[in-house]
């Protein structure tokens, strides 16, 4: 029967595995939005707003939004199961963009706007710095997925800073995917990594 720390690392392995179908959340969202919804030009937040005009609506904003808080929490979570393998600093950074994204659910932009940024940001500045740290740190037993997580961690920082700089850029939701959506791949890379019949004990 495997031990308390044992079950834990599995359940937290199983919760950042599931956490890619999130992108399902954004395609079901944007998929009742009325008025034009691109991927590439329109930031995430506009699918979580709860006002509608004429030129604009997503009446499944309440999806986007439950999205972001029970992500958010998901990721929160999987990174206190998993706080052994991905280390105190990792742990923490990930706990912080849960929070942030948790945050980021309950003041949608429409509502508040400099709210919404002070909630979303964190999460900009943490996963990036989370996935280099993991990244060195898997690295000595697992080079492939070491040196994975830290591309990923530089491409999503220099997509978080692109999008942050292009403001309401034509690439600007491109841009801002291509920062939140790698994570969800590459945390679920280290995630399986951490099933029993893949795992190899730290030395």
Same mark, same amino acid.
């Given at each position: 029967?495997?031990?308390?720390?044992?079950? +834990?690392?599995?359940? @937290?392995?199983?919760?950042?595995?599931?956490?890619?179908?999130?992108?399902?959340? #954004?395609?079901?969202?944007?998929?009742?939005?009325?008025?034009?919804?691109?991927?590439?030009?329109?930031?995430?937040?506009?699918?979580?707003?709860? @006002?509608?005009?004429? /030129?604009?609506?997503?009446?499944?904003?309440?999806?986007?939004?439950?999205?972001?808080?029970?992500?958010?929490?998901?990721?929160? @979570?999987?990174?206190?199961?998993?706080?052994?393998?991905?280390?105190?600093?990792? /742990?923490?950074?990930?706990?912080?963009?849960?929070?942030?994204?948790? +945050?980021?659910?309950?003041?949608?932009?429409?509502?508040?706007?400099?709210?919404?940024?002070?909630?979303?940001?964190?999460?900009?500045?943490?996963?990036?710095?989370?996935?280099?740290?993991?990244?060195?740190r898997v690295r000595p037993d697992?080079?492939?997925?070491?040196?994975?997580?830290?591309?990923?961690? +530089?491409?999503?920082?220099?997509?978080?800073?692109?999008?942050?700089?292009?403001?309401? @850029?034509?690439?600007?939701?491109?841009? #801002?995917?291509?920062?939140?959506?790698?994570?969800?791949?590459?945390?679920?890379?280290?995630?399986?990594?951490?099933?029993?019949?893949?795992?190899?004990?730290?030395?």
């Amino acid at each position: 029967m495997p031990d308390a720390p044992s079950r +834990a690392i599995r359940l @937290g392995a199983l919760v950042l595995l599931l956490r890619p179908t999130y992108i399902a959340a #954004e395609v079901v969202t944007a998929a009742a939005t009325t008025g034009g919804y691109s991927f590439v030009a329109d930031s995430v937040s506009r699918l979580g707003e709860v @006002g509608c005009t004429v /030129a604009y609506c997503s009446p499944r904003h309440e999806v986007m939004n439950g999205a972001f808080v029970g992500y958010g929490l998901a990721l929160a @979570g999987g990174a206190l199961l998993l706080a052994r393998p991905l280390g105190p600093w990792v /742990a923490a950074l990930l706990v912080v963009s849960g929070l942030s994204s948790y +945050a980021t659910g309950l003041a949608p932009l429409d509502q508040d706007a400099t709210l919404h940024v002070l909630a979303a940001t964190p999460l900009f500045v943490a996963q990036p710095l989370a996935l280099l740290l993991l990244g060195r740190r898997v690295r000595p037993d697992r080079p492939r997925l070491g040196t994975a997580l830290i591309a990923t961690g +530089a491409l999503t920082a220099a997509a978080a800073i692109g999008f942050v700089l292009s403001g309401d @850029g034509a690439a600007g939701g491109a841009l #801002e995917r291509l920062a939140l959506w790698p994570v969800l791949f590459g945390l679920a890379a280290f995630a399986l990594s951490q099933h029993p019949g893949v795992r190899r004990p730290r030395p």
